[in-house]
């Protein structure tokens, strides 16, 4: 079994082309940033105006102050973790050209993960930390006493990369479900809707019912962005955010099982007609 750093050395070179492929076109990079911004304003005066409406100044324990930071810092996890690898995986098995990787002295999924690590690095090094940095300075000069701890910021970008490590995982296996029918396009919009959505990333869940809530509690949605966000805020203590730390490897754990066996049964089907 190769070492860490074989690996790294041998798998690495696919971050970097996926690097160096997506600043070659930094249009595509920065108009997708500006389409996030867009959305986020649109939250941001959605909220407002919720809170307006209202005669209590804080709701579920988050002021306006909180929510437009909660918006904020939904909107950096949402770019760090996303993926297209679904899309990418049902390409390869509509084209064929998937048999080209599988004859090729690599893992797959390790090749995938690295490519999906290369944009992970990209929005990490031009957008996540810079923007984080200008938040901490902001909030530093005009909150007063109140301030964003270091070590929440810490933990914050430990649960972010586990949050990354889950979806790529979730994303895999719906990948392969291109094996079985002839388009996933439908499934997967389906399904990104749906994460969205129990992610927490345009609602906090501390919004849902409670029995709503009670169920997420056993799905891995809620690891993918409501977690990271709320440690970073700080609304939940040190003991509670190395329980979400320790909730999202357990999901890393069972859903890297599970995307193998999917792996295993789905590649039995494999069938490239051609020369």
């Not at 909660?70 to 679904?86: A, G, Q, V």
């Not at 203590?237 to 909730?247: E, G, N, P, R, V």
Request: charged residues 10%.
């Amino acid at each position: 079994m190769l070492s860490l750093k074989r690996q790294c050395e041998i798998y690495f070179p696919f971050s970097k082309s996926v690097i160096q492929s997506n600043m070659t076109y930094k249009l595509n990079f920065v108009m997708s940033i500006c389409g996030g911004l867009l959305k986020t304003a649109v939250m941001y005066y959605l909220w407002r105006a919720i809170y307006n409406s209202s005669s209590q100044t804080a709701l579920n324990g988050f002021t306006l102050n909180d929510m437009v930071m909660y918006i904020i810092i939904s909107f950096i996890t949402s770019r760090l973790i996303t993926n297209s690898i679904d899309f990418q995986i049902a390409e390869e098995v509509k084209q064929g050209s998937i048999a080209m990787n599988l004859i090729k002295p690599i893992d797959y999924h390790t090749k995938l993960f690295f490519e999906a690590l290369g944009k992970l690095i990209q929005e990490l090094i031009f957008f996540a930390i810079p923007t984080i940095a200008f938040l901490i300075m902001i909030v530093h000069t005009t909150a007063g006493n109140q301030q964003i701890s270091l070590s929440n910021i810490f933990l914050y970008f430990v649960s972010a990369f586990l949050s990354f490590c889950i979806l790529f995982l979730i994303n895999i296996s719906f990948g392969l479900i291109a094996f079985y029918t002839i388009n996933i396009w439908g499934l997967t919009y389906i399904k990104f809707a749906i994460t969205r959505f129990l992610s927490g990333e345009l609602i906090p869940i501390i919004f849902f019912p409670l029995w709503v809530q009670t169920i997420l509690k056993f799905m891995p949605f809620t690891s993918l962005n409501y977690s990271p966000v709320m440690i970073c805020l700080g609304k939940i203590d040190l003991k509670q955010s190395i329980s979400l730390l320790l909730l999202q490897i357990g999901w890393i754990v069972f859903l890297f099982i599970l995307s193998r066996w999917i792996w295993n049964k789905a590649i039995k089907r494999l069938t490239i007609l051609g020369g």
